[in-house]
């Protein structure tokens, strides 16, 4: 049973990944006071990307590059019809999900010429995993031993990388003047602008920011989780990560317990599919898969109402002159 508990939880981990990645994502557009529903759609592209450079390349860390660098054109685009020209985001966004959703595919049948999707990657092609030393020392200790070869041992780059990326967001939002200002933009970007700081220049680092980690947690679906890309591989994540970032009301510690949250569901469902259970009998598998996206429903019919923007987000800007 403990070794139960302690796989789900290695499950929890590795599907939360992406989910992080992307939620963090969209905390940092979002405090700019730019709404980007298009997490969805950069995730895919920088999963296409990385795993159709792995596959050319040989190199996953080429992949990634491409992943990020994908990620990062589509979150220009998405400023410079947003922000320069003050465009509705929302739209923007559904536009650059629609617009990834057809496109990935498409080059990846032009390419490799596979059903539209990329070649299976070997294991040279893939991010790899960190080995912890002294696995073998400890693996006799009760309890520990198991926590330490289930849940750190042979535990994907992306995931310590993303481990980082929190604790790095967490000081940036609320130590550094990167972040003040960032935030202060979400809040009164008029008083910004007021103080000699460029509103513009600042949602564009945000979003640079954006694009990045969207890219990654793209290329960790296509090359660190998975062995390649397949169509709309995605599968909801990014809207997920999106629900998970107002669930956690645009704070770093709040969006990472949704995240964890929805990953924890998403890992039980696939352990319950035709598994018989005391006084029901076995759960049809539609109704299983469907659990993250009710539990997404319940969390923000019960917290939307609670969870408060910041005062600019999705307002375009309109510098006075």
Known sequence: MFLLILQ???A???????????AFAGMYCERAGVVDIGLEGKMLAGAFFAAAAAASTGSPWLGLLAAMAAGIALALIHGFACVTHNGNQVVSGMAINILVAGLAPTLAYAWFKQGGQTPLLPASARLP??????VEAINGVPVLGSIYRELIDDTNVLI?????????????????????????????????????ISVTRLRYQALIVTGALTGMAGAYLSTGHGAGFVRDMTAGKG????????????????????????????????????????????????FIQMLPYLLTVLLLAGFVGKAIAPKASGVPYVKER
């Open 8 to 10: 789900l939880l290695g």
């Open 12 to 22: 929890t981990i590795r599907v939360a990944t992406p989910l992080v990645l992307a």
């Open 129 to 134: 995993s960190v080995q912890m030393p002294g």
């Open 160 to 196: 310590w990388v993303t481990l980082l990326i929190v604790l790095a967001t967490q000081w940036v939002l609320y130590r550094s003047r990167f972040g003040l200002r960032l935030r202060a933009v979400g809040e009164n970007p008029a008083a910004v602008e007021t103080a000699g």
């Open 239 to 286: 809207y997920l990560a999106l629900a998970a970032l107002i669930f956690g009301k645009w704070r770093p510690g709040p969006t990472l317990f949704a995240c964890l949250l929805f990953a924890f569901t998403d890992a039980v469902q696939v352990r319950l599919q035709g598994v018989p259970l005391p006084g029901i009998g076995v759960i049809p598998v539609q």
